[in-house]
T-cell receptor
Framework: KAGVTQTPRYLIKTRGQQVTLSCSPI?????VSWYQQTPGQGLQFLFE???????NKGNFPGRFSGRQFSNSRSEMNVSTLELGDSALYLCASSLLGTGHKQYFGPGTRLTVT | AQSVTQLDSQVPVFEEAPVELRCNYSSSVSVYLFWYVQYPNQGLQLLLK??????LVKGINGFEAEFNKSQTSFHLRKPSVHISDTAEYFC????????????FGAGTRLAVHP
């Protein structure tokens, strides 16, 4: 079974632009969560989608948004990029709900200049 | 609010020596507990998890952890480490009613030396 895939793996954007990151979960997994990893703040939860519905959200500004499609693939969008948005963005997929093993993708490294 | 404290940011150890990575959590409700490992330029991989039942949890790669409710701790141990165990280790908690939201600690960098 293929693992969680994230595209692109690396991205360089300019401050003020917007960006869309994609995550394809393991086949059959209905839950997709997104995390931001930075040296200063560590790993922080962004949001979780389950069957196309956002069911949990972290403490990030409204510039961060996401969605999930009927095939469980998920995208996250960051508008009006700031330098502080430079980070590794990780997505994780899970078969069902709480406590189930989450499988992480390799991440997308976003650099904002 | 839940929080996780990993008491050591770096742990150097010699190959074949035992190691313990410490994790304490704070929560007013029952929690699920996890340890993840991150190798350079990779995502996170689950080592083990505690949901309920036996407080001693065995995971992959010879790791184990013990849940101690009275001390609100979930320390990770391995009796004999290998060079390949060099990585960043993260302790995390989740609320059983909070779906898949994980609250992570700051991480502990385990450096195994020959």
């Amino acid at each position: 079974k293929a693992g969680v895939t994230q595209t692109p793996r690396y991205l360089i954007k300019t401050r003020g632009q917007q960006v869309t990151l994609s995550c394809s979960p393991i086949s059959g997994h209905r839950s997709v969560s997104w995390y931001q990893q930075t040296p200063g703040q560590g790993l922080q939860f962004l949001f979780e989608y389950f069957s196309e519905t956002q069911r949990n959200k972290g403490n990030f500004p409204g510039r961060f948004s996401g969605r999930q499609f009927s095939n469980s693939r998920s995208e996250m969008n960051v508008s009006t990029l700031e330098l502080g948005d430079s980070a590794l963005y990780l997505c994780a997929s899970s078969l069902l709900g709480t406590g189930h093993k989450q499988y992480f993708g390799p991440g997308t490294r976003l650099t904002v200049t | 609010a839940q929080s996780v404290t990993q008491l050591d940011s770096q742990v150097p150890v010699f190959e074949e020596a035992p190691v313990e990575l410490r994790c304490n959590y704070s929560s007013s409700v029952s929690v699920y507990l996890f340890w993840y490992v991150q190798y350079p330029n990779q995502g996170l991989q689950l080592l083990l998890k505690y949901l309920s039942g036996s407080t001693l949890v065995k995971g992959i790669n010879g790791f184990e952890a013990e849940f101690n409710k009275s001390q609100t701790s979930f320390h990770l141990r391995k009796p004999s480490v290998h060079i390949s165990d060099t990585a960043e280790y993260f302790c995390a908690v989740s609320d059983p009613g909070g779906y898949n939201k994980l609250i992570f600690g700051a991480g502990t960098r385990l450096a195994v030396h020959p």
